[in-house]
């Protein structure tokens, strides 16, 4: 819920970072006196800055420069489970025009009429969603590039020559990935701060266009779901193998059993 409208920063144009730098992160006991809001927690940093942290692992950053970043990061290591070796970025730049209405031309930058509180929390949720779809979708591409060879293999000769620890370990992956992808971001659900201001319903949806949130989110659904069936075809191929393993093994007792009948028969009629 936004606390505040009136915005920190100053200057015509401002750069704004988000960044996905763990699994989770713990806000709580940040806030503070110049709240600029608490879903999700946004404050003024420094002189001119502001935050936007959201607890499924992103930092939204701006108004600082390289060196108050990364300051600011450093502050927040504790509050990181499972944080990343390698972060990533989403980067835009925010120009104040107050003669125009909300907007983003083609190639520009993000026009607003006023840097209040909400405008900027929204420009955060927008870039917060992008920045992980983004590394959700590099972690996607990477189990379609583990599992395309079986896949190749097994429609060129309708069999698979893997282990079965490889196989075990594509379906973890695959597993692995459709967890993390189907957590606690909700790509598709409008953020808080417009159940309080719906008039800036028109720059949020101008922002699912830029970012193409809706249409990521629908192609990662749409690539999970594969990953899903992939992970239940490797299933059944582990299953068919050991089912085919034991009757195997039923028909070599079977037959031994059988020989060692005929064995003790014919022992029994030659004394």
Excluded at 196 to 220: F, G, Q, V, W
Aim: charged share 30%.
């Amino acid at each position: 819920m936004s606390k505040a409208s009136a915005s920190p920063l100053v200057g015509p144009r401002t750069t704004v970072r988000a960044f996905f730098v763990s699994d989770r992160l713990n806000t709580s006991g940040l806030e503070r006196g110049d709240v600029l809001a608490t879903t999700p927690l946004a404050f003024r940093v420094n002189e001119n800055g502001v935050a936007i942290l959201f607890r499924y692992g992103v930092v939204v950053l701006i108004g600082l420069n390289a060196l108050e970043e990364e300051e600011f990061l450093r502050g927040l290591d504790k509050r990181m489970t499972g944080k990343f070796t390698r972060r990533d970025e989403e980067i835009a730049i925010i120009e104040l025009a107050p003669e125009r209405e909300d907007q983003i031309p083609p190639g520009g930058p993000i026009c607003l009429q006023s840097l209040s509180a909400e405008r900027l929390i929204l420009i955060g949720e927008a870039l917060a969603k992008s920045v992980v779809l983004a590394r959700h979708e590099r972690e996607v591409a990477s189990v379609f590039d583990t599992t395309e060879p079986f896949a190749r293999e097994l429609a060129q000769s309708g069999r698979m020559r893997g282990s079965r620890r490889s196989i075990l370990k594509n379906i973890g992956n695959a597993l692995l990935v459709r967890h993390r992808v189907s957590g606690p971001v909700e790509v598709e659900e409008k953020p808080d701060v417009l159940w309080d201001k719906p008039h800036l319903e028109r720059l949020y949806a101008r922002l699912e266009d830029e970012y193409e949130l809706k249409e990521r989110s629908e192609s990662l659904n749409g690539k999970l779901a594969v990953i899903a069936e992939s992970a239940q075809v490797l299933t059944d191929i582990i299953d068919t193998r050991r089912s085919l393993r034991l009757e195997v093994i039923i028909v070599l007792l079977i037959l031994f059993e059988v020989l060692v009948t005929i064995y003790q028969l014919a022992m029994g009629r030659h004394p």
